[in-house]
Nanobody, 113 residues
């Protein structure tokens, strides 16, 4: 199982970023997936989750209405569209398969002017 995140970077407050998580080594389309984040000095936080089909999603209150989780099962890829970014969104973002201890290496998102 391998999960590789890309798309992080430095963005100004109010800006947008799209994170991607490329999955391999398992049948991606049959597993629910999640995005987590851990900011400096903070606990790891579940940001969003999505069912295997992509029909159902769930968001943390802190990102609801600003972030959108999605997936393309044909491309074995999970996405996180982040809009209206705030400095508090600064964190390392990681994707995780719901079943099992499978994490990506994480991608840094920094929101700063």
């Amino acid at each position: 199982v391998q999960l590789v995140e890309t798309g992080g970077g430095l963005v100004q407050p109010g800006g947008s970023l799209r994170l991607s998580c490329r999955a391999s080594g398992f049948t991606f389309s049959t597993y629910d997936m999640t995005w987590y984040r851990q900011g400096p000095g903070k606990e790891r936080e579940l940001v969003a989750s999505i069912t295997s089909s992509g029909i159902a999603t769930h968001y943390a209150d802190s990102v609801k209405g600003r972030f959108t989780i999605s997936r393309d099962n044909a491309k074995n890829t999970l996405y996180l569209q982040m809009n209206s970014l705030k400095p508090d969104d600064t964190a390392v973002y990681s994707c995780k398969r719901v079943v099992g201890p499978y994490w990506g290496q994480g991608t840094q998102v920094t929101v700063s002017s």
